[in-house]
């Protein structure tokens, strides 16, 4: 085993270099995970601002088909309608009702 004594600028230089490869050496690793990691990231955000839109889009749907907050769906509307116009041909031709209506 050899000991090579260096005196402490020349010490100083060997760590300096030393620690300047190693940090090249992390920043080369870690170069890859930083960039995948930045694409997530703008991937996600571009998913979070489509499902906010699509989320929107059925609420909208929703509401036209249920009409929340109690109020008759647009299917129920037809029918009421499709009923009064019935009635009214009932009326003008005096047929009798059938189931009801």
Excluded: C
Excluded at 6 to 35: C, F, G, H, I
Excluded at 58 to 81: A, G, R, W, Y
């Amino acid at each position: 085993m050899m000991l090579i004594f260096l005196d402490k600028s020349s010490a100083d230089l060997v760590w300096v270099n030393y620690e300047t490869r190693l940090r090249k050496l992390m920043q080369e690793l870690l170069q890859p995970t930083v960039k995948r990691s930045r694409e997530d990231r703008e991937m996600y955000d571009s998913l979070v601002k489509k499902y906010d839109f699509l989320h929107k889009r059925v609420e909208t749907l929703e509401f036209v088909t249920n009409k929340t907050d109690n109020q008759q769906t647009i299917f129920d509307d037809i029918f009421m309608k499709i009923t009064n116009l019935v009635k009214v041909l009932r009326g003008l031709y005096n047929l009798p009702p059938i189931l009801g209506y």
